[in-house]
């Protein structure tokens, strides 16, 4: 069964930094592209990034171009969304997917001092 | 970037009515060397992630019903769900993913009259 299970969510100030995971199961990791969409609370869903089966490519929405990074450990079947100078736009629930078809619960990240 | 507009923002109809769900992107959604579309429509519940309900604009997914449809190709896409029922209150998101950033529309209530 395929499983994708969030964690590392919480309460960070405004300009602090916070690392989100993905943890992995039932499926080939490394064959599938990867990606981070939020919600902000009471709003739609924002693509944020994508990251390649192998790692080697990945894209940004322009709004955290600069700011987040994305990145995989394929050892550890693990997804990563490295955020740093967080603003209280950021807050969000934080879900991560691949295929289309199989998300996460999410994790959710609060931006407030 | 290509923009996805949809239409309307919500909806309210009777149980068994029709719903029409409009997607607009600023740019072809066609990729002509496969002659797909890129336009997938999603279902989000309270509390839930979104779940896929049509890929490549018209393929449905794996169990999701036949009540369910999607049509459409280059940039105007639609959702139609021929006959409401109670269990389809949601809020109905499309999202292109030919060219990244992978940009959802602004979502779309759907509501019992």
């Known amino acids: 069964e395929v499983q994708l299970l969030e964690s590392g969510g919480g309460l960070v100030q405004p300009g602090g930094s916070l690392k989100i995971s993905c943890a992995a199961s039932g499926f080939t990791f490394s064959s599938y592209a990867m990606s981070w969409v939020r919600q902000a609370p009471g709003k739609g869903l924002e693509w944020l990034s994508v990251i390649s089966g192998s790692g080697g490519s990945t894209h940004y929405a322009d709004s955290v171009k600069g700011r987040f990074t994305i990145s995989r450990d394929t050892s550890k079947n693990t997804l990563y969304l490295q955020m740093n100078s967080l603003r209280g736009e950021d807050t969000a629930i934080y879900y991560c997917?691949?295929?289309?078809?199989?998300w996460g619960q999410g994790t959710f990240v609060t931006v407030s001092s | 970037d290509i923009v996805v507009i949809q239409s309307p923002e919500s909806l309210a109809v009777s149980l068994g009515e029709r719903v029409t769900i409009n997607c607009k992107s600023s740019?072809?959604?066609?990729?002509?060397?496969?002659?797909?579309?890129?336009l997938a429509w999603y279902q989000q519940k309270p509390g839930q992630p979104p779940k896929l309900l049509i890929y490549?604009?018209?393929s449905r997914e794996s169990g999701v019903p036949d009540r369910f449809s999607g049509s459409g190709s280059g940039t105007d896409f639609t959702l139609t769900i021929s006959s409401l029922q109670a269990e389809d209150v949601a809020v109905y998101y499309c999202q292109q993913y030919l060219t990244p950033p992978f940009t959802f529309g602004g979502g779309t209530k759907v509501e019992i009259k």
């Open positions: 740019q072809s959604a066609l990729y002509s060397f496969n002659n797909k579309n890129y």
């Open positions: 490549w604009a018209s």
């Open positions: 997917s691949f295929d289309m078809r199989h």
